[in-house]
């Protein structure tokens, strides 16, 4: 008899919700998880030529690669000069998306993105688990990992109004997961919510790689 496939999984949320925080931990239970932010980094060295072109010069290091930093300075908050730098980024990044999901390697496969709504393997995602925090948590958190002005965080958070509705409108199978956690505030007690709620989601999807934690 054919084993039937394994399901695939889409991983989402906001700016700095904790979507590689709650990454880590499916990694922990034996998922295996393609952090396609990253992908959009290796694909913005590829594209490159276009990218300057369009930019100038001003966005590259000393030593050739992209500034990212800069790069976001011009794009967030500037519509058309994001979906102009996406036009370039996003073929890329979903086309090595989908040679990663074709790449079997046995286990469960989740798909972290941003902007999974727009990505072409959206149709085929089992169901969505939305990582959620609060205005504030996420906006600490992004000062302190990114360290960018106030005014470009607002940029930031603004480009992002629309994502949770795309969900909603697509019809997705959603999974909530809330991550409220911050630094020693309540952290233990947090986590501990969250590793639950995430053990729930994939017992109740046939996920399951180990034995849910027993403690509440
Ligand atoms: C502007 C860039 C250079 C900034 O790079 P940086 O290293 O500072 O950020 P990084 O890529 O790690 O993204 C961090 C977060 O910013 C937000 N973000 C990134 N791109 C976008 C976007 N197009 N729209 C809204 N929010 C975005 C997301 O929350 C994302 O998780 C980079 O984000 C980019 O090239 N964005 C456009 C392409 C894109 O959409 N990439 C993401 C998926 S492939
Ligand atoms: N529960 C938590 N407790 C403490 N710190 C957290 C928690 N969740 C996330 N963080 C921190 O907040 C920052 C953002 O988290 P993370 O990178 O997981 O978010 P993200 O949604 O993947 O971000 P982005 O989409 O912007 O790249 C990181 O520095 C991370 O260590």
Redo the contacts with the bound molecule.
């Keep these: 008899m054919e084993k039937a496939p394994l399901p695939l999984i889409g991983l989402t949320g ?3 919700a904790g ?1 590689n925080y709650v990454a880590s931990i499916l990694e922990e239970r034996g998922l295996e998880v393609l952090d ?6 290796a ?2 060295e590829l594209e490159k030529e276009p990218i300057v072109r369009h930019f100038g010069d001003t966005v590259l290091n000393s030593d050739g690669t ?1 500034n ?2 800069t ?2 300075e ?3 908050g500037k519509p058309d000069e ?1 979906a102009f ?2 036009g ?3 073929p890329a ?1 979903n086309r090595l998306t989908e040679e990663w999901i074709e790449n079997g390697s046995g286990k469960i496969k989740v798909i972290n ?3 999974l709504h ?1 990505s072409t393997s959206f149709g085929r995602l089992d169901f969505i688990i939305i990582v959620r925090a609060p205005l504030i948590t996420r906006f600490l958190r992004a000062r302190k990992r ?1 360290k ?1 002005p106030f005014r470009q965080l607002i940029k ?1 958070f603004k ?2 109004k629309e ?1 949770i509705s795309q969900y909603l409108s697509q019809n997705a199978d959603i999974r909530i997961v809330d991550n409220k956690g911050y630094f020693g505030i309540c952290s233990r007690l947090y986590r501990r919510r969250l590793e639950n709620r995430i053990d729930e989601i994939l017992a109740k999807a046939g996920c399951v790689l180990q034995e849910p934690s027993k403690e509440k």
């Design positions: 906001l700016y700095c979507k396609v932010d990253k992908l959009g980094h694909a913005t992209v990212r930093k790069l976001g011009l794009v967030f994001l730098l996406e370039i980024i996003h990044a993105a941003a902007l727009r990114d960018l930031r480009s992002q994502f």
